[in-house]
Every structure is written in structure tokens, then in C-alpha cells.
């Protein structure tokens, strides 16, 4: 195991009453928040008319910043950063997206700087404070410092991290997810998968422990995801599903690995800009593909112990189709067909892809030719 160094300073409330955020709001001083959310979902279940009632109750004005979409795009987050700048902390109700544009617009509030410029590399120098009331789980954002945005002028998808936008307090209340379209909780449980696949196979050390406890998540996932397809009210269920998704990307899968990577999430980045497709349906695509590329060139050991301890199988190439297997089974796209993408537009991809990869660090691991390869093996 590599040495490591773990910070962590987001406070969890697990099940817990979503109103009482305006308590917590006061208590830290705050008067008047930006409140971003995404579509109509939460003014039709009600859940908007119960925080803007806790809000005004404890005094605490709001001013409105809805509409962000399943990829959250620039020029809704530069809007964002104008309605800001009398706000003294940010108010996320929503899931990954709305709490990573939020994450933008924390930092670029206070720290004067485009929203742009963060996700071209300039560091943050102050954040508003950020608070969460999740209904999705998927991306982890509510537990971790990162956030993903799409330029829509230049199709570049990118991210930035700092901690300066770690939530100070997430609200998880895994009765808030059961409104979630099927397809979507189908895509969450990719998306979660995902995070934990990437360290499992492409870190440079594997400790046992992290093995384990990836594995773990990884099944647990599969279970939930399968146990609420069949009870939308499976409470329960969706409880163990929120924790896996915020465990999958808090730091934790990650202690002591050495060096790692996100190939998959960086080709994905790039059909979610081109094509505006859900992140977890392009990552279903994406990973099968990967893997076969990934272990046809690399032999890796972790493919096999992936297909022996989730999938029972006995060798690599049957976890591989196991897997494939099960995304097809719970309702996963599985080709670019399935997202309606020609094959023919695979060198447009990987050229997008080849324009950001010197971001991610993978310009030489992962040059024009092999995701080119991976794509193909998509189709």
C-alpha cells in the first residue's frame, strides 16, 4: 500500500429531514443563498414549496437559479455567477450536476474569476459556502471536491477541483430518489460502478482491503439497482444504493493506491459533448469496450479477479461478457447504436477525445489510434 494523505471535511445527514437545512443555514450566519436545482422535478413533487416555505420561515431570502441540465453547460453556470453576487452561500437541491454547477459558480463568485477559467486550470481563491439536498445518487459530488462542466461552444467537457467547494453539509435522504425514472436510476448505478472500476483496474497498487471494499460496492450496487427496478419503494434499497454512490468517488476507494485514472469517463466526456447523452448511458457504452481493449493489451490480473469475485466466472473474458450482460439485462444502452450514434462518426469522437486528453494526463497512454480501437469495439 502507498503512503497517503486523506482530508474529507463534508458532514453527512443521512436520512434526515431536508427542511432543516434553513436551521443549519442560520446557524452559520447565512441571510441569502443562491438555491440551484434542475428541471420541474422538485416543484412537482413538492419538495420546492417545502424548502422555500423552511427558508423563509428562518428568515433566509433565495434567489432562484433553476433549469440545469443532466450536463450541465457553461453558459447556465456564467448566469448563475450574475444572480451570486449578493449570496453568501449556495444551495444545491438536486443531484450531481446541479451540485457540480453549483461548485462552479461558488468558486467563480468569489474568486472573480470566469467560470471558464477554473476548467482551464486557474485555481480557485475563495468559494461561497455550498450546501446539498441530494435527489439523485450517482456522481458522489456530494462528498467530494470535484466538478464536471460542458463548454457548448467549444464541445470541450472538463473538470476542476479544489477544496474550497467541498459542501460544508449534505443532506442524503434516499425518500427523495424514489421519483427517479428507471432508465436513470439505470444510468446512476453505471455511473457508480464506473467510479470504482477506474482505480480498481488502472491503479498502480491493489491493497487487498481496497479490493475488497470496491468489490463490495460494486456488488452491492448490482443488488440495489436490480432490488429497486423491482420496488420503486424499496427504501431501504435505495438507501445502500445513495451510500455506495457516495462512497464510490469520496476518496476512500482510493487510499493507498499509487497512481490512477478516468479513461473511460474521459471518452465518455466526449459523447456527452457531442451528443448530449445521459453520463451514465455513454459510460455503459464505453466500459465493456474498454475492458475488452484494456485486457486484450494488458492481460491485467484485476480483470480476472473481477470476473471470479462479481460475476462468479472463471476466467476474464466471460466476466467481460457477464458483464455486458448484465448492463443489457437492467436496461443499458450497449453500443453506440443503442444512443443513436453512427459508426461512421467514431473519428469525430476520437478526435474530441484527442483534443482533451492532455488534460486528464492520458495524451500518450491513450493516443488517437487506441480510442479509436476502443470506439470501434463500441459500435
Known sequence: ???FNYYNPVKI??????????????????????????????????????IAAALKSAGIEFIEHGGVSS???????????KKAKDATAILAVGGGSVIDESKAIAAATASKYDVWELYEGKKPTDALDLYVILTVSATGSEMNSGSVLTNEETKEKLSFGSPLVYPKVSIINP????????EYLVYSAVDIIAHVLEVYFTAEEHPKLLNRFCENIIKSVIKTTEDILKNQNDIDARGEFALCATWALNGLTSLGVGEYSFPNHMIEHSLSALYNVPHGAGLAVVLPAWLQWFYDNTKNPQVERFAKKIFSQKNAQNGIIAFKAWLEKVGAP?????LEIKSGDIDKIAENVDFVSHRWGLKEEYPYKSVKKILKLAK
Open 13 to 50: 445527514l443521512f436520512g434526515s429531514k431536508q427542511s432543516q437545512i434553513a436551521g443549519i443555514l442560520k446557524a452559520d450566519g447565512h441571510s441569502k443563498v443562491l438555491l440551484v436545482y434542475g428541471q420541474s422535478s422538485i416543484k412537482k413533487t413538492g419538495l420546492y414549496d417545502e
Open 71 to 81: 450536463n450541465p453547460v457553461l453558459s447556465h453556470a456564467r448566469a448563475g455567477v
Open 175 to 182: 425518500s427523495l430518489t424514489a421519483t427517479l425514472p428507471k
Open 334 to 338: 450497449i453500443s453506440l447504436k443503442d
Open 1 to 3: 500500500m502507498k503512503e
